[in-house]
C-alpha cells in the first residue's frame, strides 16, 4: 500500500524559512517523480513543485521559484522541500504527491499546515 | 500559470446526473490532452479520479466519466451517491507545470 506522510509543518512569521518532509512507502520511490501541492484556506489546489526520479531535474510555479527547493533522498524514501522568505499567502495545507506518467498525482499524502502570520 | 475556471458549486439528487465544467485556455486544456480530475472529502487526501481526460484509475467507478471539447474539460458523474458529496478539481498539464482548476464543491441534496 503505498504511503505518504508530511511533516514540519507550523507556525512561522513572514520571512522565516521551514522544511517539509514527505516519508514514502509502499512503492520503489526512486522510480517515480514526486511533487508538492498545497491548498491555501478557501483557496483550489496549487502545484508548487516536482522533482524527477534521479533528482537531477526540478519544476517549481512561478509563485514560489527562487524561494522554494525541492529535493529527495531516494536512500531514505524521502521528499523535502524547503521554504524560506515565507509571506502569508504561502500559509496552506502542503501536500506530498507521487506522479503518475509526468503528468498526473495517483497518490498523496493527508497534508501537513503551514502558518505564516505575525 | 493562471488556474482553470470551474464553477464554485454544483448540486444534485442521489440518483442524478451532474457535470462540471473546467475552462482553460490553448496553452493547457486546449494543448493536451493531460487532464485530470481529483475528489477531495475534507481532511482527507485528494483521489485521482480521472486521467488522460477520459480513463478511471482502478476502482474508480464507471459512473465517473471525463471529457474534453477545444479549451474546456467535463467530469460527469451519473448515478449520484451520497458518498459523491465532495471538492473536485480539474488539473491540466500545461508545458512546463501543472494548473489546477479553483475546486467545485458538489452536494448532494
Known amino acids: 500500500e503505498v504511503q505518504l506522510l508530511e511533516s514540519g509543518g507550523g507556525l512561522v512569521q513572514p520571512g522565516e524559512s521551514l522544511r517539509l518532509s514527505c516519508a514514502a512507502s509502499?512503492?520503489?520511490?526512486?522510480?517515480?517523480?514526486m511533487n508538492w501541492v498545497r491548498q491555501a484556506p478557501g483557496k483550489g489546489l496549487e502545484w508548487v513543485s516536482s522533482?524527477?526520479?534521479?533528482?537531477?531535474?526540478?519544476y517549481y510555479a512561478d509563485s514560489v521559484r527562487g524561494r522554494f527547493t525541492i529535493s529527495r533522498d531516494n536512500s531514505k524514501n524521502t521528499l523535502f522541500l524547503q521554504m524560506s522568505s515565507l509571506r502569508a499567502d504561502d500559509t496552506a495545507v502542503y501536500y506530498c504527491?507521487?506522479?503518475?506518467?509526468?503528468?498526473?498525482?495517483?497518490?498523496w499524502g493527508q497534508g501537513t499546515l503551514v502558518t505564516v502570520s505575525s | 500559470q493562471s488556474a482553470l475556471t470551474q464553477p464554485r458549486s454544483v448540486s444534485g439528487s442521489p440518483g442524478q446526473s451532474v457535470t462540471i465544467s473546467c475552462s482553460g485556455t490553448s496553452r493547457d486544456v486546449g494543448a493536451y490532452n493531460y487532464v485530470s480530475w481529483y475528489q477531495h472529502h475534507p481532511g482527507k487526501a485528494p483521489k485521482l479520479m480521472i486521467y488522460?481526460?477520459?480513463k478511471r484509475p482502478s476502482g474508480v467507478p464507471d459512473r465517473f466519466s471525463g471529457s474534453k471539447s477545444g479549451n474546456t474539460a467535463s467530469l460527469t458523474i451519473s448515478g449520484l451517491q451520497a458518498e459523491d458529496e465532495a471538492e473536485y478539481s480539474c488539473?491540466?498539464?500545461?508545458?512546463?507545470?501543472?494548473?489546477f482548476g479553483g475546486g467545485t464543491k458538489l452536494t448532494v441534496l
Open positions: 509502499g512503492f520503489t520511490f526512486n522510480s517515480y517523480a
Open positions: 504527491a507521487k506522479d503518475l506518467d509526468l503528468y498526473y498525482f495517483d497518490y
Open positions: 488522460d481526460v477520459n
Open positions: 488539473c491540466s498539464f500545461a508545458g512546463s507545470h501543472k494548473v
Open positions: 522533482i524527477s526520479a534521479s533528482g537531477r531535474s526540478t
